[in-house]
């Protein structure tokens, strides 16, 4: 048997959605990405996906048509239950479950409340649940027992969110990274180029070498 190993290298950062489309660029099947993501019930939603020529190289971009009223992910206790009730397989629900529930951890931490009353914003709606059921269902469906990651890079100056201006990283996703002894290193971009989702994901799933 041969064991498949993942590995990525994040020399520029990473959005949640980067990491299912850098599967479906691997072989991963669109159809079952979608099939996947249609075990969450989400009415309305609808995942396509592009090909990219960005600086003479190409890539796969997820985009999300969402047809979904209000954030089905507003907080973790709506997230676990949709991922509960899902017919996914055992091992997607159990890697999505841990991905959520560092995000709420994460964000407890930060605004200084217990789990159960997390309030999701900017990573409530439907690209997060994607982007983290994607990768998951991915990884199972291709077989990948490994995810192996670079440091993770670090931006710097601020991002506007619905909190208001904060510093890069953002306040989740360096909570994150403490909590998991997640690698990063120093990158020169002032701008946000890591994302709590895509950090939640990485700290769950990778080791980093």
Same mark, same amino acid.
């Given at each position: 048997?041969? &064991?498949?190993?993942?590995?990525?290298?994040?020399?520029?950062? *990473?959005?949640?959605? #980067?990491?299912?489309?850098?599967? $479906?660029? $691997? =072989?991963?099947?669109? /159809?079952?990405?979608?099939?996947?993501? /249609?075990?969450?019930?989400?009415?309305?939603? +609808?995942?396509?996906?592009?090909?990219?020529?960005?600086?003479?190289?190409?890539?796969?971009?997820?985009?999300?048509?969402?047809?979904?009223?209000? !954030? @089905?992910? /507003?907080?973790?206790?709506?997230? $676990?239950?949709?991922?509960?009730?899902?017919?996914?397989? @055992?091992?997607?629900?159990?890697? &999505? !479950?841990?991905?959520?529930?560092?995000?709420? !951890?994460?964000?407890? !931490?930060?605004h200084g409340v217990?789990?159960?009353?997390?309030?999701?914003?900017?990573?409530?709606?439907?690209?997060?649940?994607?982007?983290?059921? =994607?990768?998951?269902?991915? $990884?199972?469906? #291709? =077989?990948?027992?490994?995810?192996? %990651? %670079?440091?993770?890079?670090?931006?710097?100056?601020?991002?506007?969110?619905?909190?208001?201006?904060?510093?890069?990283?953002?306040?989740?996703?360096?909570?994150?990274?403490?909590?998991?002894?997640?690698?990063?290193?120093?990158?020169?971009?002032?701008?946000?180029?890591?994302?709590?989702?895509?950090?939640?994901?990485?700290? +769950?799933? *990778?080791?980093f070498r």
């Amino acid at each position: 048997d041969v &064991s498949l190993v993942l590995y990525l290298d994040l020399f520029s950062g *990473a959005g949640g959605d #980067m990491l299912p489309a850098a599967l $479906l660029d $691997l =072989g991963y099947p669109l /159809a079952d990405l979608r099939s996947a993501v /249609a075990c969450l019930g989400l009415a309305g939603c +609808e995942v396509h996906a592009e090909r990219l020529t960005l600086q003479g190289i190409t890539g796969t971009r997820i985009a999300i048509r969402d047809g979904c009223s209000g !954030r @089905p992910a /507003a907080h973790a206790a709506a997230a $676990l239950s949709l991922l509960q009730q899902s017919p996914l397989p @055992p091992r997607v629900k159990e890697r &999505s !479950r841990a991905v959520f529930e560092r995000l709420a !951890r994460a964000e407890a !931490r930060v605004h200084g409340v217990p789990v159960d009353e997390v309030h999701f914003h900017e990573i409530g709606g439907v690209d997060t649940l994607v982007s983290i059921v =994607g990768f998951a269902a991915g $990884l199972e469906a #291709m =077989g990948i027992v490994e995810v192996c %990651s %670079s440091p993770i890079p670090l931006g710097s100056g601020t991002v506007t969110t619905e909190h208001g201006v904060l510093p890069v990283p953002a306040p989740a996703t360096a909570a994150l990274l403490a909590e998991s002894g997640a690698a990063t290193c120093a990158h020169p971009a002032l701008t946000e180029i890591v994302t709590p989702t895509a950090a939640a994901i990485l700290a +769950e799933c *990778a080791v980093f070498r």
